[in-house]
């Protein structure tokens, strides 16, 4: 048992550095997972500071600080890593994944960098997968390695200097740990320097200015990718307060990059930039990505790998005497890296005898008709009922995410969805959640009353009455009911079109039960 913000919780045991003395190198990566997963806001907490408005603010980055001083790195420890930072609504894991990969295809010619770090969140079949080097997700070894030395370190730091109280407003000390997202910051930044990356590129998890990623201080460049309206509770509900949060990873000193944004938002950008006294260049769809098959062909897509490109570039200037950008051509180091790149559970199809799945986790409006889209391109390829297979957890404003849906359909002329099924993001009918997706910020009797998704299938009901509507407790659930459908008679050259789309923790549950999956 340990306390960790007022809260008691098991730590499974054996705890394998604190309680087996002399076996300090044996590692239970479950153990880690678990420790992880009691470091998650439980729901009544997240709702209790939402009641009062407390949000992130100057005092978490503060608090981020003294966890960073606690395992004893300082900010300017992180120069180090030659960070490629990245903030935006959309496209920043893409943007990232773009980055890092032609940084690696660049290494596989020249041998440098030698390590690639790749920080994004979230993650979509296993944790580990937020941390990467060389485009491989770290072993279940190395991250509970890394895991139980920073718990550790914090533990022992508070042992030593006690509790501090950095956000006066609250009154309450600073828990013992940072909250999941946060501690696995924290570890990151760890584990990159004890392994000796030479670049990190790094995706923020909510906002900029506040977020646990902005303790680097001096990254080569900061890049910020599509901006639109999401986390309004976090960042607030204009485009306007958004993008002042986005705009907090643009530092003096270092280049910054943005792609073509609403007017609203591009102001706001620039007239931080100013402040800052930073020259962030607007890039517009590179050039020289006329010869190259970037997937999805999107113009969004592009926008991702526009802004990947600049920050590789600038990450290779610095650590490679020998590198100086092309601008008339990409070399071909730079086209194998935006071709190969992977990043999995975005416009993702997978055929399964009549059925071709059709995998995508996006989870805002925008992104959610951008994403029905490119489904509607796919189904254009085939005949077949189409099935939708939809959750969001946890966020009211959802129920306006199936207008656009539907509508974005229409306009492509693909008609409507024959099934809809609305599931939640437990994995599995027997067992639960898998250990990775463990989730205590929903509330649980809502999960359990299926309260969300019959909302969601009452809605639909309206807004389109021929549909057969289905509610299930679980993705295994609705991935058999889809299953099912595809044992009744389907007409002469006939597929089903399922879409699984509406949340990453939806996607990646489907993705491991569709592989037969437990791990990466
Ligand atoms: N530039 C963009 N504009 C609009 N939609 C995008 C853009 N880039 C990606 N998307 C959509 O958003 C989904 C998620 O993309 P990605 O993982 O790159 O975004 P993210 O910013 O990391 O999102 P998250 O908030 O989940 O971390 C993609 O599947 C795609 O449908
Ligand atoms: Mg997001
Ligand atoms: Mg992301």
């Known amino acids: 048992m340990a306390t960790q913000g007022g809260r008691t919780y098991n730590v499974p045991s054996p705890h394998p550095n604190s309680e087996t003395p002399g076996d300090k190198d044996k590692m239970f990566p479950q153990d880690a997972i678990d ?34 001083r606690r395992i004893g790195y300082t900010s300017s420890d992180l120069d180090r890593l030659n960070v490629l930072h990245v903030a935006g609504t959309k496209g920043k894991g893409s943007t990232c ?29 296993a944790v580990r997968e937020r941390i990467r080097i060389n485009d491989v997700p770290v072993s279940e070894d190395i991250f509970a390695r890394y895991f139980f030395q920073v718990w550790d370190k914090l533990g022992e730091a508070e042992e030593r200097e006690g509790q501090r109280i950095i956000d006066q407003r609250l009154d309450i000390p600073m828990p013992t740990r940072p909250v999941y997202s946060r501690y696995l910051t924290l570890m990151s930044y760890h584990l990159f320097l004890q392994e000796g990356i030479d670049v990190a590129v790094y995706e923020t998890g909510i906002g900029g200015e506040f977020d646990a990623t902005n303790v680097v201080a001096h990254p080569l460049a900061s890049g910020i990718s599509t901006l639109g309206i999401d986390h309004v509770f976090a960042l607030g509900d204009t485009i306007e307060k ?24 591009a102001k706001v950008l620039q007239e931080r930039a100013k402040e800052k006294g930073v020259a962030l260049k607007v890039l517009g769809v590179d050039p020289r990505l006329k010869s190259v098959n970037v997937r999805p062909d999107a113009l969004f897509q592009k926008k991702n790998a526009s802004l990947g490109i600049a920050l590789a570039e600038v990450a290779l200037q610095k650590i490679d005497p020998n590198f100086t950008p092309d601008p008339s051509a990409l070399s071909k180091e730079f086209v194998d890296g935006l071709e190969k790149v992977v990043w999995r559970g975005r416009c993702e199809v997978k055929a399964e005898g009549p059925i071709i799945w059709h995998v995508d986790g996006a989870h805002t409006v925008d992104s959610l008709k951008m994403a029905t889209k490119w489904f509607a391109g796919e189904c254009a390829k085939r005949t077949g009922p189409k099935v939708l297979v939809f ?82 407790p679980t993705i295994e659930d609705a ?39 437990d791990a990466l």
């Not at 690639?116 to 993650?123: E, K, N, Q, R, Y």
């Not at 270092?254 to 938002?265: G, H, L, N, R, Y």
């Not at 949340?503 to 489907?510: F, R, Y």
């Open 35 to 68: 420790a992880l997963n009691s470091l998650q806001t439980p729901y009544a907490i997240v709702e209790a500071r939402r009641k009062a408005g407390i949000r992130p603010d100057a005092a978490s980055i503060a608090e981020m600080h003294e966890y960073l």
């Open 97 to 125: 994944a773009f980055a890092a990969s032609i940084l690696l295809h660049y290494q596989r010619a020249h041998k440098i960098p030698r390590k690639i770090g790749l920080f994004t969140s979230p993650h979509l079949i």
């Open 242 to 265: 958004i993008a002042w949060h986005k705009a907090g990873i643009m530092k003096a000193g270092s280049a910054a990059f943005t792609i073509e944004q609403v007017p609203e938002a």
């Open 391 to 472: 959750n969001q957890q946890g966020r009211d404003e959802a129920i306006h995410f199936l207008e656009g849906i539907i509508s974005s359909l229409k306009a492509q002329g693909q008609g409507t969805f024959e099934h809809v099924v609305f599931c939640t993001n437990v994995t599995y009918a027997s067992t639960g959640y898998k250990r990775d997706f463990v989730n205590h910020q929903h509330d649980p009797a809502a999960i359990k009353a299926l309260t969300a998704q019959r909302a969601f299938a009452e809605k639909w009901s309206s807004l389109d009455p021929t549909a057969n509507v289905a509610v299930v």
């Open 479 to 517: 991935i058999n009911y889809v299953r099912d459908l595809s044992k009744a008679p389907l007409g002469e050259g006939e597929t089903i079109q399922a879409f699984i789309t509406g949340s990453l923790h939806l996607v990646g549950g489907a993705l491991g039960i569709l592989e037969g999956a």
